[in-house]
T-cell receptor, first 113, second 112 residues
Framework: EPEVTQTPSHQVTQMGQEVILRCVPI?????FYWYRQILGQKVEFLVS????????KSEIFDDQFSVERPDGSNFTLKIRSTKLEDSAMYFC???????????FGPGTRLTVT | KQEVTQIPAALSVPEGENLVLNCSFT??????LQWFRQDPGKGLTSLLL?????REQTSGRLNASLDKSSGRSTLYIAASQPGDSATYLC???????????FGPGTRLSVLP
């Protein structure tokens, strides 16, 4: 069964460093998402991406964040200058249409020290 | 502001019991609602998706219902098993956005 994959599973970085989190969505999906979950808190929406552009973003997704689909398979989230409060689990998701089921990857645990 | 709440926050039941998890959402203008399962430190596994035009969906021992007028969804788990122990999340997608708004989850423990 097709699945969303994410790499790395765990990333440790120092405050102020740039990180890139990678996702491979399900191959025939057209809608891509990033969410995050701070330990013990709700899953929060960050950004949605369709047709090679951002379609929606939350107030969390400020200028420090960017997303890219550099080729036909990868979808990346870049945090330009990490802060301690960026420590969280980051989930990528994909869907075939805007209203269909979203499939989530296993997540990348980001730890900023 | 759209909000999703879930009660109870935690639930502990003996194996074999039927149980109901509740999800409430503000604003009835939803496209759909999706139920997920999350094991500790893991990702989200999709369980059921209910479109706004549907009243319920079933998959195996799981049945999810949706009542837009009252802003509620329930997840019914029949004949619970210890392997069902996990956190169950509901998430609502509103007509005017693509993102899901998640509830805080119900942590379920099924005791053998």
């Amino acid at each position: 069964e097709p699945e969303v994959t994410q790499t790395p599973s765990h990333q440790v970085t120092q405050m102020g460093q740039e990180v890139i989190l990678r996702c491979v969505p399900i191959s025939n999906h057209l809608y891509f998402y990033w969410y995050r979950q701070i330990l013990g808190q709700k899953v929060e929406f960050l950004v949605s991406f369709y047709n090679n552009e951002i379609s929606e973003k939350s107030e969390i997704f400020d200028d420090q964040f960017s997303v890219e689909r550099p080729d036909g398979s990868n979808f990346t989230l870049k945090i330009r200058s990490t802060k301690l409060e960026d420590s969280a689990m980051y989930f990528c998701a994909s869907a075939g249409t805007a209203v269909s089921e979203q499939y989530f990857g296993p997540g990348t645990r980001l730890t900023v020290t | 502001k759209q909000e999703v709440t879930q009660i109870p926050a935690a639930l502990s039941v003996p194996e074999g019991e039927n149980l109901v998890l509740n999800c409430s959402f503000t604003d009835s203008a939803i496209y759909n609602l999706q139920w997920f399962r999350q094991d500790p430190g893991k990702g989200l596994t999709s369980l059921l998706l209910i479109q706004s035009s549907q009243r319920e969906q079933t998959s195996g021992r799981l049945n999810a219902s949706l009542d837009k007028s009252s802003g509620r969804s329930t997840l019914y788990i029949a004949a619970s098993q210890p392997g069902d122990s996990a956190t169950y999340l509901c998430a609502a997608k509103y007509n005017y956005g693509q993102n899901f708004v998640f509830g805080p989850g119900t942590r379920l423990s099924v005791l053998p």
